[in-house]
């Protein structure tokens, strides 16, 4: 130091660098018990014969308390060699040491001390109301501070041993970041000055120690802050500037439903929304303005059909004042007067249901059926499922007069029906009609076919029905990668129709093969070499403009790949039994193809000879 009689920085410093060299916590520069106790163990003069042993020593406040304003607290002390006399308490203002390049001036706040009782009776223990002094007159501002006792009669005094603190109602702290066990810095000592406000027993330092994180739970259960985990992430920290924060906030952190039509009410769970006045952002505008929250933590609104365009205060943004809301997902905030939200979406499902269709695929016009005979009604849906019944199937003649069939048949595609012999002579439409719900959904033949007499005395030939059908490949069959196959099929198409051609593979389309042939039976298939390997396949041969109308292979075949072949064929060399042998045995084990062509080799070959 500089040899002198005050305690300045530059003592403090060199304190500071004493603490941190013998590991005394924490190494603030103030020469406390600790630091007393380590320099009497090394350089204490052999005890006196009388007198006082031991200093007087300040319990409480001795560190790192933080007191509110006006709050009832006690000035506690130990004297070991008597209880007799009286002392003077002061509190003294509290400064970190002062860290300047050697040469530099240390500018340092105007250290305070006031009086707080004069006088007393060295009773130990004194009543004091957090910020007060004897002259109350000389208000103490916020900041850090210490104790000191000193006993009248003998001039021992003592000192916190660490600073406390003194807070007012207007205390605030930004919590920017994420705290947890083992965090250290100046958030940690702002988050134990909340706890302590808030009534948990910690001890306020620059740790995160085991007593912060069990005050941490405990407030996040206070809070309802799920889980609760004992780290103060966004939501805690959420809560912390709602309370204590120098800036409000207000966060989202719950949305329910997510999701959902035009008309529904969304909850929103959070913390900061203000008892009134809480506006809902919803895509580019408003969606709920002036909404009330009583507890704080909850609002709910509805989804507009529109929202309408924010406050406006210029001409740039009068180009509009409202905005449909179609189906998609949309941002939402919430605004009040503590600020705005994080963004938080909803989805907004289409309310557009999906159209159900039957349609009726024969007779659908030109037919001619016997009365009294059995007549195949076939038709197909779309989004309609396969539970669902067709509750009628009727006809209707030229005059409008109905005639019911059967009524809740399966929607498989078909039902084959009786044509009563007291069913009148004529022409008819077919109607179907089926539901799903509360709506309903029909289709009628496109033109009448007609209905004549079994009795008639020249034959009749019922109009066939069209019809395809699949000839090959039918089921069975194994085709190899890299060569082509011949798609072959019957119809009661006309020549001038077109088909499509489908492989699948199961229920599941593969591809197209063609999307429009030439109805003529006949179709070349060129396999690829890389055409995925496995069974189950078959093809689906469809009229153009009716997918209604079509067959696919009765059993599934198989696409394999072409394997080389060990069959040699004979190259001239002179044909002996044994070659013959050889040659037969090759053919054995090549494919049938080149088996032939094989013994067909050898039958000239032997020909020749």
Same mark, same amino acid.
């Given at each position: 130091?500089?040899? /002198? ?42 005890? =006196?014969? +009388? ?9 409480? !406040?001795? #560190?790192?308390? *933080?007191?509110?304003? #006006? ?25 970190? $040491? ?42 103490? %501002? ?20 660490? %600073?406390?603190?003194?807070? @007012? ?35 306020? /330092? ?23 985990? #004992? ?25 329910? !439903?997510? =999701? ?25 505008? *408003? ?105 009628? *199937? ?5 005059? /409008? ?32 009609? @089926? ?50 196959? =011949? ?33 003529? +039976? ?5 396999? !690829? ?21 079509? /067959? ?40 049938? =193809? ?12 032997? $020909?020749?000879?």
């Amino acid at each position: 130091g500089a040899g /002198d009689t005050l305690y300045g920085a530059q003592t403090s410093e060199f304190v500071k660098k004493l603490q941190i060299k013998y590991g005394i916590t924490p190494a603030q520069g103030y020469f406390g018990t600790k630091t007393r106790t380590m320099l009497n163990a090394k350089y204490k003069c052999a005890p =006196e014969t +009388g007198g006082i042993k031991k200093p007087l020593n300040v319990i409480s !406040p001795n #560190g790192s308390e *933080v007191f509110k304003r #006006g709050s009832a607290q006690k000035i506690t002390w130990v004297h070991q060699n008597t209880s007799t006399g009286t002392v003077n308490i002061d509190i003294e203002s509290w400064a970190a $040491a002062c860290n300047v390049p050697p040469g530099m001036i240390c500018m340092m706040a105007e250290q305070v001390s006031r009086r707080i009782a004069s006088g007393i009776s060295n009773i130990k223990v004194y009543e004091w109301i957090a910020g007060e002094t004897a002259d109350k007159s000389m208000a103490l %501002p916020d900041g850090k501070y210490v104790i000191r006792v000193t006993h009248v009669e003998t001039g021992i005094t003592d000192v916190s041993d660490i %600073p406390f603190t003194i807070i @007012s109602g207007s205390y605030c702290y930004t919590f920017n970041t994420n705290l947890n066990l083992g965090s250290t810095g100046p958030a940690n000592e702002a988050l134990d000055s909340v706890l302590l406000l808030e009534g948990f027993n910690v001890k306020p /330092d620059q740790s995160y120690g085991v007593s912060t994180r069990t005050a941490v739970i405990l407030f996040q259960k206070k809070y309802g802050i799920t889980p609760a985990s #004992g780290i103060v992430g966004p939501l805690t920290r959420a809560k912390l500037h709602q309370l204590y924060g120098c800036n409000k906030h207000v966060v989202i952190s719950k949305i329910n !439903p997510s =999701e959902g039509k035009i008309g529904t009410t969304v909850e929103l769970t959070g913390i900061g929304f203000t008892p009134t006045s809480n506006n809902v952002y919803l895509a580019s505008g *408003v969606a709920a303005s002036n909404i009330n929250s009583e507890s704080g933590t909850k609002l709910k609104f509805t989804i507009p059909n529109e929202v309408m365009a924010p406050p406006c205060n210029s001409q740039v943004c009068a180009a509009w004042y409202s905005q449909t809301l179609e189906a998609g997902t949309y941002p939402i905030k919430v605004v009040n007067a503590n600020g705005t939200s994080n963004i938080v979406n909803f989805k907004i499902a289409s309310s557009t249901t999906p159209t159900s269709s039957i349609t009726i695929i024969s007779p659908n016009g030109g037919e001619e059926y016997i009365q009294g005979s059995s007549m195949v009604a076939r038709w197909s849906t779309q989004n309609v499922p396969s539970t669902a019944k067709i509750i009628t *199937v009727r006809l209707r003649n030229m005059a /409008d007069n109905e005639y019911n069939l059967i009524s809740d048949t399966p929607n498989d595609g078909s039902e084959t029906v009786m044509l009563p012999t007291t069913l009148p002579l004529g022409k008819y439409k077919l109607e179907l009609k @089926s539901d799903i719900g509360s709506g309903s959904f029909s289709d009628t033949s496109n033109n009448f076919f007609t209905i004549i007499s079994g009795a008639t005395t020249s034959p009749v030939t019922p109009t066939p029905l069209p019809y395809i059908r699949v000839v090959a490949p039918n089921g069975g069959e194994s085709l190899l990668t890299g060569t082509s196959t =011949e798609i072959m099929w019957q119809s009661s198409l006309k020549s001038s129709d077109n088909v499509r051609i489908t492989l699948y593979k199961g229920s599941t389309r593969v591809k197209y093969l063609t999307t429009s042939t030439p109805n003529d +039976g006949s179709y070349i298939w060129n396999v !690829p070499s890389s055409e995925t390997l496995g069974t189950n396949y078959s093809f689906r041969i469809t009229k153009v403009g009716n997918d209604g109308l079509f /067959d696919t292979s009765d059993a599934s075949f198989s696409i394999v790949k072409t394997q080389p072949s060990d069959f040699k064929p004979y190259t001239g060399q002179p044909l002996t039994y044994s070659r013959v042998i050889e040659l037969l045995k090759q053919a054995q084990t090549a494919h049938a =193809e080149e088996a032939v062509k094989g013994f067909m080799n050898i039958l000239k070959a032997m $020909a020749l000879e």
